[in-house]
C-alpha cells in the first residue's frame, strides 16, 4: 500500500489519525466509519478512505471500492442496531452538491416510518424540463466520457 496522502486541516484526516475522538463503528486498512457528531438521525454513520480525498473523482477505483464495500456492510447493521425502517445511503459529492468537509464521505442515515424526512428526489427544489434530445445528448455524451 502506499503511503496515505493527509492534509492537516482536514476534521477527517483528524480523526483518523487520532487526533479528534470518535465513536468509531468499524475499521479496515482503508476505511473508518464513525458515527456523525450532527446525526440527522440516531445511527447516522459516515463512512471516509483513511486517506485524503476530496471528492469520488479524486478518489482511486480500489479505494473507493473499499469505502463502497464498507458503506454495503455497514447499513443493514446500522438499521439493526438502531431498529430503522430503512436507511438513505448517499454522497455530497462536492460542494455545489453541499459537501460540507472536502473528504470523501459516505452517510448512512437511518429512517423511521413518519419521520418526516423525505426522499433524495427532494434533494433539490425543482426539476428540469429535459425533452427526449436533450435527455439523448446527456446519454451520449456520459456514454462518450466513459470511452474517452
Not at 496515505?4 to 484526516?13: L, R
Not at 482503508?30 to 478518489?59: I, M, Q, R, S
Not at 426539476?127 to 435527455?135: A, G, K, M, T, V
Request: with cysteine; hydrophobic share 40%; proline share 7%.
Amino acid at each position: 500500500m502506499s503511503a496515505e496522502p493527509t492534509d492537516e486541516d482536514c476534521i477527517f484526516c483528524r480523526i483518523v489519525a487520532g487526533e479528534i475522538p470518535s465513536r468509531t463503528v468499524h475499521e479496515t486498512d482503508a476505511v473508518l466509519a464513525f458515527l456523525d457528531a450532527n446525526p440527522l438521525a440516531p445511527g447516522h454513520t459516515l463512512v471516509v478512505p483513511k486517506a485524503h480525498h476530496e471528492t469520488l473523482a479524486d478518489t482511486p477505483e480500489d479505494v473507493a471500492s473499499d469505502v463502497l464495500t464498507a458503506l454495503y456492510e455497514l447499513t443493514p447493521t446500522v438499521e439493526r442496531a438502531v431498529d430503522a425502517d430503512a436507511s438513505n445511503v448517499a454522497f455530497n459529492n462536492g460542494s455545489a452538491a453541499g459537501q460540507e468537509v472536502p473528504h470523501l464521505h459516505g452517510h448512512i442515515v437511518p429512517r423511521f416510518e413518519g419521520d418526516g424526512g423525505n426522499p433524495i428526489h427532494a434533494l433539490v427544489g425543482s426539476r428540469p424540463d429535459l425533452s427526449d434530445e436533450e435527455l439523448d445528448d446527456i446519454a451520449e455524451g456520459i456514454s462518450a466520457e466513459l470511452e474517452a
